[in-house]
């Protein structure tokens, strides 16, 4: 029998990774996530094209940080580094956490201060990183980490970090793999744009044409024979109050359910335009309660239980569809960035209410059946 264990996206993808081939790949697996293509919800809004979602949220520690992670770690341990520290909304240090601990690392995680989910508090404690709640916001960290990483030997993994944009760029490769093409339109959770940057990188590289952006984050390794002559339109949607991009400079202070995106000065800034300029796409935004409101959706009437900010991708895209600025008949990916399990707290905010209290008795749970059928 042929022995075919996954053993993650290093391994998968070594000879397009700029990886020493004596670097020990630290994984846990990542990479391979379903492209699940929706059927319910395209016939709910009159939409003839496919629309599939990248479930990254099924990444080991439960978001697409996992790719950057791998990469970044086994760089920075191949370097020698004995710590890597990062900035946080919170999945960023959950997997920071996870490949520290695998590579025998000690992470430092600067958080903001509360707004962060509690299950990805709970990953960075539970893997034993070096937590610190600063009192400030993302923005305030990313500073932070940026002058400490000048004097203190420690290696920054946040998206600032080339490799992690390199690990991330294999979401493209699977999407090119598992269609046998690049779709039309890829929509993307917009932070500090570092994974809207990757994703492009990667399709320029499936595509074997260059980007100035991947000249800036490390050279392209063009396949020899190139699996996709096109690449997507990229679409990246931000938080209306959190939506740096829209407003044409940095936000002071950031506000958003959707706290993975809880981000007003994007480090990617520059890349983030050079490619929306490239691959003729657009920024747009949505408010809270349209982010909310898909998440529920998406839930409801596919299966599929993503994070807040993961429902932006899916939300501005039906937007898009519905005024047609997405056209009929088109192939839409939407990255579905994180698990909605990290942050139950959003989606039980109502309380109880979705539970029926009944007697332990059969009439009872019998009459209650009865009146949902
Ligand atoms: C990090 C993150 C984002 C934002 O990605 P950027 O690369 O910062 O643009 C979106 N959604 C989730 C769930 C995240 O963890």
Redesign the pocket.
Known sequence: MEVTRYTGLIEHYRNRLPLAADARAISLGEGRTPLIKLENLPRQVGFEGELYVKFEGLNPTG???DRGMTVAVTQAVHEGAKAIICAS????SAAAAAYAVRAGVTAFVLIPDGKIALGKLAQAVVHGAVVLQIQGNFDDGMRLVKEIGETTPVAIVN?INPYRLQGQKTASFEIVEALGRAPDFHCL????????SAHWIGYSEMAGIATSISAYHGDGRFLDQPLTGKRPRMVGYQAAGSAPFMRGGPVRNPETVAT??R?GDPQSWQLAWALQKESDGWFDECTDDEILATQKLLAGSEGVFC?P??AASLCGALRDIKSGKIAQGSTVVCTL??NGLKDPDIVMRDGLKGLIQVPAERAAVEKALLAHL
């Open positions: 978001s697409f940080k909304t919170g999945n960023t998206s959770p917009v932070g500090n744009a570092g994974n809207i993975a995106i981000i994070e900010a993961s960035t994180g």
